[in-house]
């Protein structure tokens, strides 16, 4: 018995597709069934790194390989007669799957059977009547004795306990068992003896063999001394599957020599062992005729064995055996059935073409053409199903996947028999695709304006920068830092930028004078593996705010100097009496300015160039007016709330020319000598302006003027350049004019460089002093063009 549940296994054969093992049921785990790496052909290391799968469609993992020695051993136990009840032959199908390359092969585990059943007895006794005129050699049909074990383990004799009257005939029924008969040995004599009592006990093939016994009682009848005979020894029929209940299978035909109720036949069922054929059919007991009595089911029971007695109604029924085959004939009644086994699911989205995603295994229950099935996917995915073997496919990629396009994707499996008419059936597999970190975080733009107003306060959210990254999880959570420097300005002393937010932080106030444009760099990361990150430029723009008063330039800024100007009694109207000049920190709009003449009240003898600062006398002089004449200027910006700075001049007005250049020495000048050259430069500029003059005199005649008002909030600012030497600064209808004459006596150099704001006012506007001081252009990166005067 202990060698017989040894461990047999060893490989069979390697064919083309399968691979086939052989093993006993009931072996322990651990149980080397074989050795898959040299069946495989493949090398020992690589079954871990090349991902060996053992895949089986059955409850239970019967069968597991061991990666250090490629051997596959028996991971559960393994139960012959509950996996292949009534099978000639048992086996296990399982797959194995390599990847990298992917390659898959069938194996086949034969199921040996083991002496692990003894033979028994439905019935605990079993009753026999025989009529005591029975002939001697009659022959009476004995209970069957069932054992689960097949083939040479079945039940394979049968002995009976030692009498007189009786012996017993076995007969080798081969892969299906022994069954054996009662044989009368002599002439019975029932006043002798009425009941005799035997024991039957059946044997199996095993080693060592197991046995299983049961009681037979005969009663001893009396007369009626013929029994039925059966037309045939053997009955064959055929019935569908479909067939109604109550159709007709058969009918039976027995005689009996007897005459009257010893002639009168009665047919019925023989129940053998748990089979009861009352059960599916029915049987005429006068016409023998047999019929349908339940649903027929072909994947259940292919075919029936039926045994029938013929017995006489005699005083002592004598009776015979017969025996039925009853094939069932089998019709395209079952769909197919789909199982599918996840192998990998969720798919990463860079997975490879041929990657296997799942197995699906098709199975029919009808037989032949009715069960020979074909699967196909429906609809258009990036998946495809692989033929491995027979029923057995792989659902395989089969074409680039996007998570960001499809996070999953339902792939429709149908299944189909080669029945007439064909069935089908679906079945929809859910793939889910994992995200990989394939896509860097995006800007809106590549160069982003910020605009921050100076004097703005410390640690103030300035702007919050965003990216977007569409992948998720870890992969599209972003993080932002600032990235190198600006113009050798280190970028972390002005500002900060939240890591998480984006929300960028002032470290420091601004001051639009030393700093108008500040271009950084910021950097978001995801926080994938490895990171992905991209970059945008942000230039930060400086707005200018109201906070620098006019400056009076030289030489009426000298503290302490005496602020006098002469003018003849003999001066013209118009006459020019000096020009004040003023420059503010400021830009745009805070940095216009305009002049204004404090005068004491019924003094109208000056006017003064609301744009230029030039002094001029409105009318001749008259006796009436005073000598000296104390002026007050007042020098304002256009800033909101406007500043302002005033500067004193008094006028002397004096009798004759002489004294007027008498006093123009004395007047401070800032440069230690007046050159021929600047001489020359002078007299070459009045003369041009009086060129313009005398061919444009038209345009001369025109007064200059301001108009009041504010900007056109949306019109775009003009500067227009007249041929008189002068120029107007205008937006919309609202215009400013500034005006140098050519009789000027002091010198005075007009720089321009254009520029157009991008506010809703101008926002910036530099006015600079300097003696010949040069054109300086300037364009920043927040798209501002400056407008200089000196």
């Known amino acids: 018995m202990a060698e017989s549940r040894g461990v047999e296994s060893f490989a069979l054969r390697i064919l083309a597709e399968r691979i086939s093992y052989s093993v006993a049921e009931e072996a322990d785990k651990g149980t080397v069934v074989g050795n898959l790496a040299r069946d495989l052909n493949v090398n020992v290391r690589d079954l871990q790194t090349r991902n060996l799968n053992i895949v089986s469609g059955y409850s239970k993992k019967y069968f597991e390989a061991n990666f250090k020695t490629g051997d596959l051993y028996v991971n559960d136990r393994i139960d012959r007669e509950e996996l292949c009840l009534n099978a000639v032959k048992c086996v296990l199908n399982v797959e194995a799957i390599l990847s990298d390359p992917v390659a898959h092969r069938r194996i086949e585990v034969a199921i040996s059977d083991i002496n692990d059943n003894a033979p028994a007895f439905v019935e605990k006794s079993f009753s026999i009547n025989i009529s005591e005129s029975s002939p001697v050699g009659e022959r009476f049909l004995l209970p069957l004795a069932v054992d689960a074990d097949s083939s040479s383990n079945s039940v394979k004799t049968y002995k009976l306990s030692v009498n007189e009257y009786f012996s017993l005939d076995v007969q080798s029924g081969g892969e299906h068992g022994a069954s054996a008969e009662l044989a009368l040995l002599k002439a019975l004599d029932r006043e002798k003896q009425a009941v005799i009592k035997l024991t039957l006990t059946a044997t199996d093939g095993g080693r060592p063999p197991q046995s299983g016994s049961v009681q037979i009682i005969i009663y001893v009848l009396d007369v009626n001394d013929n029994t039925p005979s059966f037309s045939k020894t053997l009955y064959k029929a055929r019935v569908n599957e479909n067939a109604p209940i109550g159709s007709k299978v058969i009918q039976l035909n027995a005689t009996d020599l007897d005459e009257g109720e010893n002639a009168k036949i009665i047919y019925s069922f023989v129940k053998r062992a748990s089979f009861n054929p009352a059960d599916t059919f029915f049987i005429n007991s006068e016409t023998g005729v047999i019929s349908v009595k339940r649903k027929l089911d072909y994947e259940i029971q292919p075919a029936y064995e039926i045994h029938v007695q013929a017995t006489d109604t005699g005083a002592s029924p004598r009776r015979s055996n017969g025996k039925i085959l009853i094939e069932v004939v089998d019709v395209n009644d079952n769909t197919p059935e789909i199982i599918v086994t996840s192998l990998m699911n969720p798919v990463k989205e860079d997975a490879e073409v041929g990657s296997v995603v799942a197995l699906v295994t098709v199975t029919d229950k009808d037989g032949g053409k009715n069960g020979q099935t074909r699967c196909n996917l429906v609809g258009s995915t990036p998946f495809k199903l692989n033929s491995n073997y027979k029923s057995y496919y792989s659902l ?5 996947l996007d998570r960001e396009a499809n996070p999953s994707y339902n792939v429709t499996i149908i299944a189909s028999d080669d029945g007439s008419p ?6 929809v597999i859910n793939v889910q695709v994992s995200d990989i970190n394939d896509n860097a975080p995006r800007f ?3 160069v982003m304006n910020v605009y921050v107003k100076e004097n703005s306060p410390v640690e103030a959210r300035i702007f919050t920068i965003t990216a977007v990254d569409p992948d998720i999880n870890e992969n599209g959570r972003v993080t932002y830092s600032l990235e190198g420097d600006a113009k050798n300005i280190p970028v972390s002393s002005f500002i900060n930028i939240n890591s998480e937010t984006g929300d960028i932080i002032s470290l420091q106030s601004f001051n639009h004078e030393e700093l108008k444009t500040f271009p950084f760099k910021v950097k978001a990361t995801d926080s994938g593996v490895p990171p992905l990150s991209s970059s945008v430029t942000v230039n930060l723009c400086v707005l200018d705010e109201n906070d ?17 100007e002469t003018i003849p009694y003999s001066a013209e109207a118009g006459y020019f009496v000096a020009k004040i000049r003023a420059v503010d920190a400021d830009s745009g709009y805070n940095a216009l300015l305009s002049y204004h003449l404090s005068e004491p009240k019924g003094n109208n003898l000056f006017r003064i160039g609301t744009s230029t600062g030039e002094i001029r006398t409105k009318r001749r002089m008259s006796d009436n007016d005073l000598k000296m004449h104390p002026l007050v200027v007042l020098v304002s910006d256009n800033g909101e709330p406007s500043l302002s700075a005033t500067v004193s001049i008094e006028v002397m007005v004096v009798e004759s020319t002489a004294d007027v250049q008498t006093q123009f020495r004395h007047v401070p000048i800032k440069e230690d000598s007046f050159s021929d ?6 007299i070459a500029i009045v003369s041009v302006s009086v060129i313009f003059l005398l061919s444009l005199i038209s345009l001369i005649a025109v007064r200059c003027h301001r108009t009041d008002g504010t900007f056109s909030r949306y019109s775009a600012p003009m500067i227009t350049t007249h041929p008189d030497g002068s120029w107007s600064y205008s937006k919309a209808t609202q215009q400013y004019d500034v005006c140098f004459s050519s009789d000027t006596l002091k010198r005075d ?3 321009r460089t254009q520029t157009l704001p991008n506010k809703e006012k101008v926002r910036n506007s530099d006015v600079q002093s300097g003696e010949a001081s040069e054109a300086r252009p300037h364009l920043s990166s927040c798209k501002e063009r400056k407008y ?3």
């Open 677 to 682: 050259l600047n001489l020359y430069l002078l």
């Open 396 to 400: 395989v990629v089969d074409g680039p």
């Open 422 to 427: 064909s069935l089908s059936s679906t079945s």
């Open 788 to 790: 200089i005067i000196t």
């Open 548 to 564: 620098n008063n006019p400056t009076i330039l030289a030489p009426y800024s000298e503290h302490g100097s005496v602020n006098s």
């Open 444 to 446: 809106h733009d590549s």
């Open 749 to 751: 150099t007009f720089t």
